[in-house]
């Protein structure tokens, strides 16, 4: 009882505390009963909670690295988890859809405009440029590249960003909508796109992944351990020969890893690091840097229509992000509640696989700049 006492003494002594275990709270229920990314917040959550405990054993031990902290060492320190979890994302995704209309391609490119938007904002605010790197590539809207982008810049920012990344790419059902009908009318959301595929060999599909590593390694070189990785994953998917592999990465290997990511990054997420006065800029600016990818997108989409006969439906562009597959969903949902006759989703696909492409090498090109 005296040992609880204490406990419950230190608890109110630092409020701090009490408040990040009410942050933690929110983002399991966020997680479990909103179902937004709850392999990744519900682990997030209790982490956060346990690590905010007084004396909590989960980040030392009698004076050594606890689990959570001998994780984070391993994983994160190391950037090996955001890696391993690229390769699960790439053998998840199907580039047929921006194979077999290129032209895609520049969405991807353009929905990045948040990343350097926000670089910029940040510096102007007076954040050291490392760190101001690490707040803009939250707009990536890609958490393995956010954290791996962070941690090789050595940002102290390091909780508020991974909980930002995650927290507002679940969060794009939300945001997107709110920011795509802000910059588009009515009649803009209900332009119909014709889709003509056009076939795609398997052998294009094999080939793909290994010239976006050497383009990638050409372009931007930093970003090659983390389009490399990807690469592999989408490798492993088409070459035809490697289907359990593909599974396994797929499945156990994505939701192993997503577990261990979930509670290890929380080491970051103590109070005395967390409640900080700039940590919540820097969350305010992710937010911004989402919301200005999606406007970005869709003003590159609406300047193309100026010189374009056959009018794109400019929601296309904010589907460029890297929220796979979670942003081509909204702007297809966008579409149909404006027309439900209006399918775009092919298209909308597309322009979000280039995304993921775009997101990793943008972050190699911060890196890049900066290292």
């Known amino acids: 009882m005296e040992i609880l006492i204490e406990g419950v003494t230190a608890l109110i002594a630092e409020p701090g505390r009490i408040a990040m275990m009410l942050i933690g709270a929110v983002l399991m229920y966020l997680g479990i009963k909103k179902q937004y990314e709850p392999t990744l917040l519900v682990?997030?959550?209790?982490?956060?909670?346990?690590?905010?405990?007084?004396?909590?054993?989960?980040?030392?031990?009698?004076?050594?690295?606890?689990?959570?902290?001998?994780?984070?060492?391993?994983?994160?320190?190391t950037e090996l988890f955001p890696l391993l979890l690229f390769i699960g994302i790439g053998a998840m995704i199907d580039f047929g859809p921006l194979l077999s209309n290129p032209f895609l391609l520049l969405f991807g490119a353009a929905a990045q405009f948040g990343i350097f938007f926000v670089i910029i904002v940040a510096?102007?605010?007076?954040?050291?440029?490392?760190?101001?790197?690490?707040?803009?590539?939250?707009?990536?809207?890609?958490?393995?590249?956010?954290?791996?982008?962070?941690?090789?810049?050595?940002?102290?920012?390091?909780?508020?960003?991974m909980v930002a990344a995650y927290s507002y790419m679940a969060l794009v059902p939300i945001i997107q909508p709110v920011a795509v009908k802000a910059v588009t009318t009515k009649k803009e959301r209900r332009i119909r796109m014709n889709y003509n595929p056009c076939a795609v060999s398997?052998?294009?599909?094999?080939l793909f992944p290994v010239i976006i590593c050497v383009i990638a390694g050409l372009i931007a070189p930093d970003s090659l351990p983390l389009v490399g990785f990807l690469m592999f994953g989408n490798l492993?998917?088409?070459?035809?020969?490697?289907?359990?592999?593909?599974?396994?990465?797929?499945?156990?290997?994505?939701?192993?890893?997503?577990?261990?990511?979930?509670?290890?990054?929380?080491?970051?997420?103590?109070?005395?690091?967390?409640?900080?006065?700039?940590t919540l800029i820097i969350?305010?600016?992710?937010?911004?840097?989402?919301?200005?990818?999606?406007?970005?997108?869709?003003?590159?989409?609406?300047?193309?229509?100026?010189?374009?006969?056959?009018?794109?439906?400019?929601m296309i562009g904010a589907a460029g992000i890297s929220a796979f597959p979670m942003s081509s969903r909204?702007?297809?949902k966008l579409a149909t509640e404006e027309d439900p006759q209006n399918f775009i989703l092919m298209q909308a696909a597309g322009a979000n696989v280039a995304g993921q492409i775009a997101s990793v090498v943008a972050g190699g090109l911060v890196l890049g700049l900066l290292l």
């Open 43 to 77: 682990p997030m959550g209790l982490g956060t909670i346990l690590v905010n405990i007084p004396g909590s054993g989960v980040l030392m031990t009698g004076g050594e690295p606890g689990p959570f902290q001998i994780l984070f060492d391993a994983g994160i320190e």
């Open 123 to 161: 510096s102007l605010l007076g954040f050291d440029i490392n760190d101001a790197a690490s707040a803009g590539i939250i707009a990536a809207a890609d958490g393995p590249t956010s954290i791996f982008v962070a941690n090789s810049l050595g940002s102290k920012y390091m909780g508020a960003i």
């Open 202 to 206: 398997k052998t294009a599909k094999i």
């Open 236 to 278: 492993l998917r088409e070459c035809g020969v490697l289907d359990n592999l593909s599974m396994s990465a797929q499945n156990e290997l994505v939701n192993l890893i997503s577990i261990l990511l979930g509670l290890c990054v929380s080491v970051k997420m103590e109070y005395h690091d967390f409640l900080q006065v700039d």
């Open 283 to 314: 969350m305010a600016l992710g937010l911004l840097g989402f919301v200005m990818d999606s406007v970005g997108g869709v003003l590159f989409a609406k300047l193309l229509n100026l010189f374009r006969k056959e009018k794109i439906n400019p």
């Open 330 to 332: 909204v702007i297809q």
